[in-house]
DNA sequence: GCATATTGAGTTTTTTGCGATTTAATCGTG
DNA sequence: CACGATTAAATCGCAAAAAACTCAATATGC
């Protein structure tokens, strides 16, 4: 009983370990043609989703800390897909905005998705019941990892 | 339909990498007690599995190249925990194997699957199925990209 | 038996990511 | 208003990951 939950906890991690491994490769080749790399277009969708959003709140989104977007946030400033100005009426902020030729690159990106749909091999229903499934295995661990810090200390 | 494609795959490979992520840092408090990191654990999880491989085969079965594993190994090797030995018969090989401090440390890893279970927040039913879609999602991004090198190469 | 191809690791460099700390701006309270 | 507390982002230092490339050992073809 203990050992089949050792493998089947450690499989499961594993399994995401390699998916998104998986996935990475994928995208590589098409990415490479942007010039953008995984997390960077990450960065992207979100904004051509909204645009002009803080850093503060692209981390939320992203789960990433100021420490880790800032220097990629400056890579894609200095490809010229976005610009980053400090907010007018609250200048601890910092505004990032899409340039023409960030809004430009959403047209080439927009092959991306059905590449991917091909190459999962599933049918549109399976990817939205497993794309649920695993948000919900994300928030979970989330919420336990809050929890945890908030009982332990 | 375009659109709907849109979303549903970009979010899918989100899904899974901030799933990833997610249990990254669930596992980060227990592993840190260990001196291991989340790949470095991999990695001790295959050899307790089979001692004695070599690091390409390390790599087949974590999908990794010897470029990351390299580096990584010299510091489980720096730890203490394996030895690294070129192969008598075939010098081109490096045989990865445990020490004894490296198959002592399984006892005190016993409890992180059952806490991975228990952050989960899911049924071993649940978990089962979601590793066996996951991981079946994984070969197909896979072995799609192995198709893509023969005929576009 | 020798030249060439292939294989297996290692090296180098860039990006990612986090924690701790720092700086600057804003908010609250007296 | 002024003081300290809080917030937002940036910076620094570090470990890790991935890709491109190099190097050495073995295998293969002639």
Redesign the interface.
Same mark, same amino acid.
């Given at each position: 009983m203990?050992d $089949?939950? =050792? @493998?089947? &906890?450690? %499989?499961?991690?594993?399994? #995401?370990?390699? /998916?998104?491994?998986?996935?990475n490769?994928? +995208?590589k080749?098409l990415l490479d043609k942007l010039g953008l790399t995984?997390p960077q277009y990450?960065v992207m969708?979100i904004l051509w989703e909204d645009d002009d959003q803080t850093v503060g709140r692209i981390g939320e989104r992203? +789960?990433l800390e100021s420490s880790t977007l800032t220097p990629l946030l400056k890579r894609l400033e200095a490809a010229g897909y976005l610009r980053r100005e400090r907010d007018m009426s609250d200048e601890r902020q910092v505004r990032v905005r899409l340039t023409d030729s960030g809004r430009q690159l959403r047209g080439q990106a /927009?092959v991306?998705? &059905?590449? #991917?749909? $091909?190459?999962?091999?599933?049918g #549109?229903e399976? =990817?939205?019941q =497993?794309?649920g499934?695993?948000?919900r =295995?994300?928030d979970?661990?989330? @919420? %336990? &990892?809050q929890d945890?810090e908030a009982s332990g200390k």
């Open positions: 203990a $089949e939950q =050792l @493998t089947l &906890g450690r %499989f499961l991690c594993f399994a #995401i370990y390699s /998916a998104n491994h998986a996935f490769r994928v +995208y080749p995984y990450l969708v992203l +789960y /927009a991306l998705p &059905g590449c #991917i749909i $091909e190459a999962s091999g599933l #549109i399976k =990817l939205q =497993l794309q499934d695993v948000s =295995l994300r979970a661990l989330m @919420t %336990f &990892g945890d």
